[in-house]
């Protein structure tokens, strides 16, 4: 497994780098040019005496990662890929949720709506099946500051202010809980008030299900969202969607879930894949919610997004609205996620493959 753990200033929390930098005051002015105003150098950073700027320079680097590439989708969506400083990839993307509102005098009326999804790996170990991610196997994990730069060039390069909120899902490429220390300090980090600000309300953590790993996360009481990658209603089909299913069956994960800290005004999201003629069944659907019973959960369904080279197919749209309608009238509540970026690399892991087959 290869290691990188080169340090940079996004790795440190406000606390941290107070001890660091002295005076004290200091660490909130770096954190103000860094949160607020996505400075790009240290040399932008006026109200720092030189010695500062030379010691920040020399001990805590700034570019931890490059755009080398973007596709914007006709909804508004934009993919990023990212080039680390190993040279490595990843990737993120912009979503759109909600347009900007204006009133017939042109005034706003509501602002735009955004979520962010982010990476925690490079490639991943859990080889799901159908995901683009897996086929090119795990490298490593993401440090600190490579989840906080995700979001920085994205707020910069689309102007984004910085009172401007956003949600967090740690849903890209990578099993954010097998980087489990790391997305933890990226959780405060981005929760702090002197920094980006982003509530913990506001970040969810998806999972393939590592249940070890959900009681662990449970025990620490972050107050972010749970979200459970989901996908079969039994272990025969998910252990051949998830191969890790055959160490953390679908009992296992339902076991976590129920320890697992949840706000009453929230639920815990079950992501549940659909793919043509795997798990888009109404008899799929009566097992889901049997399985689900007594937890406080929604169901986001989610169209197969097919890639190159793929055997899986996009399910049919009445076999959705037929799986989705079948768990409201059993009080689970249930939603088809739109889906975005169908125009352009949407799939994850997708932009990064097309780059990798073109060098």
């Known amino acids: 497994m290869a290691k990188f753990d080169e340090i940079s200033i996004y790795d440190y929390t406000l606390e941290e780098l107070k001890e660091r930098l002295k005076p004290s005051f200091r660490a909130k002015q770096v954190y103000n040019w860094l949160y607020k105003k996505y ?17 920040l320079k020399t001990n805590y680097p700034l570019d931890v990662m490059q755009i080398v590439k973007k596709e914007q989708s006709s909804d508004g969506s934009i993919k990023y890929l990212f080039k680390l400083r190993d040279n490595l990839t990843v990737e993120a993307v912009l979503l759109l949720m909600k347009d900007k509102k204006l009133d017939e005098d042109g005034q706003i009326v509501r602002s735009e709506k955004y979520t962010v999804c982010i990476s925690s790996q490079v490639g991943c170990k859990v080889g799901c ?39 967090i899902v740690y849903m890209g490429m990578g099993e954010p809980l097998d980087n489990f220390d790391n997305f933890v300090k990226a959780v405060e980090i981005f929760s702090e008030l002197d920094g980006l600000a982003i509530s913990r309300r506001r970040q969810t953590v998806s999972t393939s299900g ?7 996360l449970g025990e620490k009481d972050l107050q972010i969202q749970l979200a459970i990658s989901l996908h079969a209603v039994d272990d025969e089909l998910r252990s051949e969607l998830i191969p890790m299913n055959k160490a953390y069956n679908i009992a296992s994960i339902i076991e976590a879930v129920k320890a697992f800290p949840v ?32 937890i406080q959960a929604k169901v986001n369904l989610i169209y197969f997004n097919p890639y190159p080279g793929t055997t899986y197919q996009r399910p049919l749209e009445q076999d959705m609205i ?24 949407a799939a994850c892991g997708q932009l990064r493959e097309k780059e990798i087959k073109k060098d």
């Open 322 to 345: 037929k799986f989705k309608d079948f768990l409201n009238s059993k009080s689970v509540i249930c939603t088809i996620r739109e889906s975005k970026g169908l125009d352009i690399s």
């Open 263 to 294: 706000d009453t005004r929230k639920k815990v999201m079950f992501e549940y894949l659909v793919i043509k003629d795997k798990n888009d069944s109404l008899d799929a659907a009566k097992k889901l919610v049997k399985l689900l019973d007594g």
């Open 210 to 216: 590592i249940a070890s790993k959900i009681k662990k």
């Open 39 to 55: 400075a790009k150098s240290y040399d932008e950073m006026k109200n720092l005496p030189k010695d500062l700027i030379e010691d």
């Open 129 to 167: 099946s159908f995901c683009l991610t897996a086929k090119g196997g795990f490298v490593r994990n993401l440090t600190v500051g490579e989840y906080i730069a995700q979001i920085i060039h994205i707020k910069r390069d689309n102007e984004i202010a910085e009172n401007k909120a956003l949600n």
